[in-house]
């Protein structure tokens, strides 16, 4: 069983998943998230591609919104492109067994995650944020740029450490999640493709089978029958 809620931490949201066969795929979707699962700490990455993950096992994590993470994390996000790593590996082994201990003695571990996360947080940086919101409006690139007044190659390396991956990759991420949300809520997948601004019905196929790995009917099938969070819970094996 999935579910979720609005964090405290700006932009991010709590997530909790119980015990029980293995979730559908994660797909991109911009976003980092925090980790905890049977006292082990951890950090799932950007995402380029769909990440299975793995059976079993109750986890909570706090998903932070596109960009939020790496200065929290204090690390760029290209570095965890398509990874999960241990916390101990980004904030030594005593840190993270110190916060493991705690979350392990508390009533509540996802509450007690959301309260580390949100000690850590950073401010986000309004720039970045600016971008997220322009491509995520269906904006380009080049217009997201000349609104943050950043240069095409300040805005390429800022993306790099802030999401991960380029702004052309984001976009086409958050594109898709764009059409996705639409297929959850019952519209014709041409319809969702148009909406999210793809060219039309075969663009958007061709982009779930390069960033998901599944066909576009697969997705609508397993949302009608897993009621899935919009990318899937970002466990680990």
Do not use: N
């Not at 950090?43 to 096992?57: E, L, Q, R």
């Not at 000349?146 to 390429?156: D, F, K, S, V």
């Not at 060219?199 to 609508?220: C, K």
């Amino acid at each position: 069983m999935y579910a979720e809620r609005a964090s405290v931490v700006p932009g991010a949201v709590v997530w909790t998943r119980s015990a029980g066969p293995g979730a559908g795929p994660v797909l991109p979707d911009g976003c980092m998230d925090l980790l905890w699962s049977e006292g082990r700490l951890l950090v799932a990455g950007p995402d380029t591609h769909a990440h299975s993950p793995g059976a079993g096992g109750a986890w909570a994590g706090v998903r932070f919104a596109p960009g939020s993470a790496p200065a929290l994390l204090g690390v760029p996000a290209h570095e965890l492109r398509d990874r999960r790593v241990e916390l101990a590996d980004l904030w030594g082994a005593a840190e993270a067994r110190r916060l493991a201990e705690r979350i392990g003695g508390a009533p509540d571990g996802a509450v007690a995650l959301e309260a580390i996360a949100l000690e850590r947080a950073v401010p986000p940086d309004p720039l970045l944020g600016a971008v997220v919101r322009h491509l995520d409006a269906g904006g380009t690139v080049a217009a997201a740029a000349e609104a943050a007044g950043l240069g095409a190659r300040q805005l390429h390396r800022r993306s790099l450490d802030a999401f991960g991956y380029g702004p052309k990759t984001l976009a086409r991420i958050l594109r898709l999640q764009r059409a996705l949300a639409l297929v959850r809520r019952g519209v014709p997948y041409g319809d969702a493709a148009h909406r999210a601004g793809c060219a039309d019905q075969a663009h958007l196929a061709r982009e779930m089978r390069a960033l998901a790995g599944i066909t576009l009917g697969a997705y609508d099938r397993a949302a009608k029958s897993e009621t899935p969070s919009p990318s899937g819970s970002r466990t680990t094996a």
